[in-house]
């Protein structure tokens, strides 16, 4: 037997050395979304239109985004995306494109699509990784100025940027940002890039988007709204949200002189009156310097935060879909649907965190009769395509029983059905289960919220059914009595002694004018709740969504 190998404390020491996060994500790219080909080249074109759209919301711009997709190899494609957004300035474009874990919005409690300043630095990573090509990016930020063009890799050792090559051109582009990467991918139709540029194009009503895939195939997407959202507000944190190590850090970089004004300027929702109410509570002077409070005093200060009763966070620092634009968006995805229904609940608060949930029902015309419903996850404006069942909103659907609303379910599965089913949820901080950003984390208040608007769209489209089954029963029984009507008429003929002639003509007159009774009834009852609530405006008002579970 081999004798062991012993080491001393000296020389573990000289092993350890500090790992950089690029070296880390280099061995652990599964982690961030790039654990097949397919995946790969979806991630490709979804962090740079997503930073496109950001980036042109943030500027106030309509945004123009155009996706080609070049097949240079059996499994390499080139990825090329251009905005007409407000450009990069010169020093910044390395750092975004060549340092992971480098943003603007980390810090903030804004709504937003990217969050964690890892999404298109990942792409350049990966992209070397597996071609060993440079990223090219282009950047204007104004028509009178130069195009500032990179070639740059990431040097994963010390998480920089690493220039190759850096002109200043006089032509090249108008103002925004074009994008060229090279990499290893797979393209195919569904859970692809093409599902993810036509569910970008619902979830973002107001951007204009042009795809042209690596078959050859165009498609645009018009916009369907001619206006920007209403543009969401940053957030202070809010007490409820706030773990102990959180509460510490906020305690010793505090500007605040007193422990009274640390609590009304560091957080949302408290006003002076909570503020003595949490100092009281947790039997702290009010006038206390903030850094002064050692780890026990610290405790009972998040006890008191705890349990105090506090408002709710705003949401102004949210801006959901809309229930007209989200309606319409649809419409021009699906003109072929017969019906369309959208509910937007009112915001909801997890963990001290605000969130909106907006469900779409898509039915008729759409999906196979014996099919599971196709779904759409989507997550600030961003749609899900992949770790569906790790989802909250996978959770919800299936805690729904929609046989009472009229579609068969499988056991513990999606209903079945032609009908699509899309759930937004917008939230100044999404939890997701992975930083790649795939599922939603099935955080019970979440899934409740959820549950709640799909049950919601549920019961209308429950009566669209409805009123269509009644409609074509009352037709089924019309048809019946005008296939009788020349029995009928000839027993009358012999009872009454007029001609059989005038009899079943005016029997038929009677029919055809119950008819055009019926018809008129039908169109009423079967139209969808959008259309008829437009047809009685002014009479009644639009049931609001009801607040409690049914089940």
């Known amino acids: 037997m081999a004798d062991l190998i012993k080491k001393s404390a000296e020389e573990f020491a000289k092993e350890q050395k500090e790992i950089s ?9 599964h982690l961030l979304g790039f654990d097949n080909p397919t995946k790969a080249l979806l991630m490709t074109v979804k962090e ?31 990825v090329i995306i251009q905005d007409n957004g407000p450009g990069i300035v010169k020093e910044q474009v390395p750092r975004i494109f060549g340092k992971l874990l480098y943003g603007s919005k980390f810090h903030r409690l804004r709504q937003s699509r990217g969050q964690q300043g890892i999404g298109i630095s990942a792409v350049v990573l990966y992209s070397q990784l597996t071609t060993g090509s440079p990223t090219k990016v282009w950047s204007r930020t104004d028509e009178k100025k130069k195009v500032h063009y990179y070639e740059l890799f990431i040097n994963t050792s010390k998480n920089e940027p690493e220039i190759v090559k850096e002109e200043a051109l006089d032509e090249g582009m108008e103002r925004g940002v074009k994008v060229e990467i090279d990499v290893v991918g797979r393209y195919r139709k ?36 001619d206006a920007l959202p209403k543009p969401p507000k940053e957030m202070r944190m809010h007490p409820y ?12 970089k505090t500007n605040s ?19 003595k109410e949490i100092c009281k509570t947790a039997r702290l002077d009010a006038n206390a310097k903030p ?15 705890q349990k105090v009763k506090i408002q709710r966070p705003p949401t102004d620092c949210l801006s959901p879909i809309g229930e007209q634009e989200l309606e319409k968006s649809l419409k021009k995805e699906y003109p072929q649907a017969e019906f369309v229904s959208v509910i937007e609940r009112e915001p909801e608060v997890y963990g001290g965190m605000p969130f909106q949930i907006e469900v779409g029902v898509v039915f008729g015309n759409v999906g196979g009769l014996e099919e599971p419903i196709d779904f759409a996850r989507i997550a600030n404006r961003v749609p899900l395509l992949y770790q569906a069942g790790a989802c909250a909103t996978m959770e919800a659907v299936k805690e729904v029983d929609w046989k009472r609303y009229g579609l068969q379910q499988p056991k513990n599965s999606l209903p079945v059905g032609p009908m699509i089913l899309v759930i937004h949820m917008t939230s100044v901080w999404v939890p997701f289960v992975s930083e790649s950003k795939e599922a939603i984390a099935p955080y019970p208040e979440i899934v409740k919220e959820m549950k709640l608007a799909v049950q919601d769209a549920a019961r209308e489209l429950s009566r669209y059914l409805s009123g269509k089954r009644r409609a074509g029963e009352a037709k089924r029984r019309i048809q019946i009595f005008e296939r009788y009507a020349k029995e009928v008429a000839s027993s009358l ?9 005038a009899i079943e003509k005016k029997l038929l007159g009677i ?7 019926k018809d008129f009834e039908q169109q009423e009852a079967v139209q969808p709740p959008q259309f008829a609530a437009a047809a009685t405006a002014g009479k009644e008002k639009k049931e609001k969504p009801r607040q409690t579970e049914e089940e």
């Open 21 to 29: 996060i690029s070296e880390f994500f280099e061995k652990n790219k």
């Open 48 to 78: 740079a239109v997503d930073n496109s759209l950001d980036a042109c919301e943030e500027a106030g711009v309509l945004p123009d985004i155009t996706v080609k997709i070049k097949q240079t190899g059996e499994d390499r494609f080139r």
């Open 190 to 225: 569904t859970q692809g890039v093409d599902d993810y540029m036509k569910q970008t194009s619902i979830a973002n009503p107001f951007a204009k988007m042009i795809y042209h895939a690596p078959d050859g195939t165009k498609m645009t997407f018009p916009r369907s709204f």
């Open 241 to 252: 949200g706030v773990e102990f190590g959180i509460l510490q850090r906020f305690l010793t």
């Open 257 to 275: 002189k007193t422990l009274l004004s640390f609590l009304t300027n560091e957080f949302s929702s408290v006003g002076t009156q909570t503020a």
């Open 291 to 305: 850094s002064s409070l050692d780890r026990a005093a610290a405790e009972k200060l998040l006890g008191a935060m």
């Open 493 to 501: 003929s012999v009872i009454t002694g007029e001609k059989e002639n």
């Open 511 to 517: 029919i055809e004018n119950k008819n055009k009774m």
